[in-house]
């Protein structure tokens, strides 16, 4: 079975939602075979978004492209921007205890980036985690310097998933068990 990585941000966790949170992915049939509270240092955070070349200019074209459609010019490079998102990140993401989970099931982290739904909240459907929790905007994150709170971190492909797993849990921390649920057995 396929394993995806979610992590309660801050923001979820001043609003109080964790319940809430897992219990939808849990009711798109992903089984929670990991859980902590942890206050994330930025050593640990750092691994996770590391500075790899790749990721920093997907992450600054990505961001360039979105500021070009609301008709802002940004003269930073990609890796510019990139490094300085994943320093919004890495700031964001230490300012409170988070919760890190990993979650089991089919298609794990297309369902449960699906149960998330868009990045940026505003776009997400309503009936996703950010579409119903969260107003956060790209523009209110860049006017106040700091990353989007969009209440979870989700792994976006098996192949990041294993790396962000390795980050954050041992292997002696995820469990194995059968649940009653036909999807994530």
């Known amino acids: 079975m396929e394993k ?8 979820g966790m001043e609003k109080a939602v964790i319940g809430k949170v ?4 849990e009711k798109g049939g992903l089984k929670v075979v990991g859980i902590k509270m942890l206050n994330a240092d930025k050593k640990l955070v750092g691994r ?27 003269n930073e490079t990609e ?11 890495i700031n964001e993401l230490t300012r409170l205890p988070v919760i890190a989970i990993v979650l089991e099931g089919r298609d794990a982290n297309k369902t449960a980036r699906k149960i ?4 940026e909240p505003k776009s997400a459907d309503p009936n996703t ?17 700091r990353s989007i709170r969009n209440i979870v971190h989700v792994s976006d492909s098996p192949k990041s998933a294993s790396r962000e797993i390795s980050v954050w849990f041992k292997p002696s921390e995820l469990y194995k068990y059968k649940t009653v649920s036909r999807q994530s057995r």
């Open 4 to 11: 995806a990585l979610v992590v309660i941000k801050p923001d």
């Open 22 to 25: 897992i219990s939808e992915f």
């Open 48 to 74: 996770h978004y590391i500075a790899d070349e790749k990721w920093l200019f997907s992450v600054g074209k990505s961001a360039k492209a979105s500021d070009a459609k609301r008709g802002i010019v940004n």
């Open 79 to 89: 890796r510019e921007i990139g490094m300085r998102i994943r320093s919004y990140l």
């Open 116 to 119: 998330a739904g868009a990045t």
């Open 129 to 145: 985690i950010r579409g119903m929790l969260s107003t956060d905007t790209y523009k209110l994150a860049d006017s106040e310097k």
